[in-house]
């Protein structure tokens, strides 16, 4: 099984700030890895697939980066309605793994 | 516009069954491969089942192996996944979600197992 770590856990950040969300994996999972935003009582939405590949609809301060084993998200000028879980996926192998997550709220 | 309802959510007993289903619209449902993801109450996601388009092959979640059985119905547009043996642990919001990519999540259904 592939593990996910993603760090951090938290992060309490001001607005126009610039976030970084990390995500190593286990095994090598070439681009294989993806990007969701779950904000509270909502489903999780994708914000980027195979590591760097934007979404429509997806504001563009939303970007991602890596491959092989070391990923990232960057939300470059964070907004309010940032505020949200966010979680790395890996579709390279079953079982399918996510990250632990990262809570992102805004101070 | 994709659209992907859960039904199905509710209390049951540990040892008791239920079976949750997922109503998609919006795009040729037999395209498509399909999976079923968890998240307990307050915890992150946890993956719990995959079915391809035509439903030839599937795969589980070493913690739901033996006890859940997913399935389709291409005719009727529909996901299945049919829960065995449930277990306090099992309690979770449960999602459909499609594709390998998880592009679209419908908005899920509670399973609570208690008695």
């Known amino acids: 099984e592939i593990v996910l770590t993603q760090s951090p856990d938290f992060q309490s950040v001001t607005p126009k700030e610039k976030v970084t969300i990390t995500c190593r994996a286990s095994?090598?999972?070439?681009?294989?890895l993806h990007w969701y935003q779950q904000k509270p009582d909502q489903s999780p939405k994708l914000l980027i697939k195979?590591?760097?590949q934007s979404i429509s609809g997806v504001p563009s301060r939303f970007s991602g980066s890596g491959s092989g084993t070391d990923f990232t998200l960057t939300i470059n000028s964070l907004e309010a309605e940032d505020a949200a879980a966010y979680y790395c996926?890996?579709?390279?192998?079953?079982?399918?793994?996510f990250g632990g997550g990262t809570k992102v709220e805004i101070k | 516009e994709v659209q992907l309802v859960e039904s199905g959510g509710g209390l049951v007993q540990p040892g008791g069954s239920q079976r949750l289903s997922c109503a998609a619209s919006?795009?040729?449902?037999?395209?498509?491969?399909m999976n079923w993801v968890r998240q307990a109450p307050g915890k992150g996601l946890e993956w719990v089942s995959y079915?391809?388009?035509?439903?030839?092959?599937?795969y589980y979640a070493d913690s739901v192996k033996g006890r859940f059985t997913i399935s389709r119905d291409n005719a009727k547009n529909s996901l299945y996944l049919q829960m065995n043996s449930l277990r306090a642990e099992d309690t979770a919001v449960y999602f459909c979600?499609?594709?390998?990519?998880?592009?679209?999540w419908g908005q899920g259904t509670l399973v609570t197992v208690s008695s």
């Open positions: 979600a499609r594709t390998l990519l998880l592009d679209y």
């Open positions: 919006g795009f040729t449902f037999s395209s498509y491969e």
């Open positions: 079915i391809s388009s035509s439903g030839s092959t599937v």
């Open positions: 095994q090598t999972i070439g681009s294989s």
């Open positions: 195979y590591a760097s």
């Open positions: 996926h890996q579709s390279s192998s079953f079982p399918l793994t």
